[in-house]
């Protein structure tokens, strides 16, 4: 008996963030931070990155056609913290 293709899905993912390597990494390590929001396709965000002592730094991050996007970021003497975006969930991260 043939298989049947199981039909595509039509829900739409969560936005995301995801970074390589993955948290933990050391103080001047190059981080590729990725965001995926289908919804905020083909736009250009802005990523808060927010230190636990309270330091910030913006990301700007272009998303493709599918709302996906990434961009490097050298992470500096902090002992960790959290890349923010206004529709997603804090995405924590630990420096050592």
Not at 19 to 24: A, E, L, R
Request: contains cysteine.
């Amino acid at each position: 008996m043939a298989s049947k293709k199981k039909p595509r899905s039509s829900v739409v993912l969560p936005d995301r963030f995801t970074t390589t390597p993955n948290s933990p990494f050391a103080a001047g390590t190059t981080v590729r931070v990725c965001f995926t929001n289908a919804a905020l396709a083909n736009q250009t965000i802005s990523v808060n990155v927010v230190s636990v002592a309270g330091d910030q730094q913006s990301l700007s991050i272009a998303l493709d056609a599918e709302g996906h996007g990434c961009v490097d970021w050298v992470a500096p003497n902090w002992d960790g913290g959290t890349f923010e975006h206004s529709t997603s969930a804090d995405h924590p991260f630990v420096i050592t």
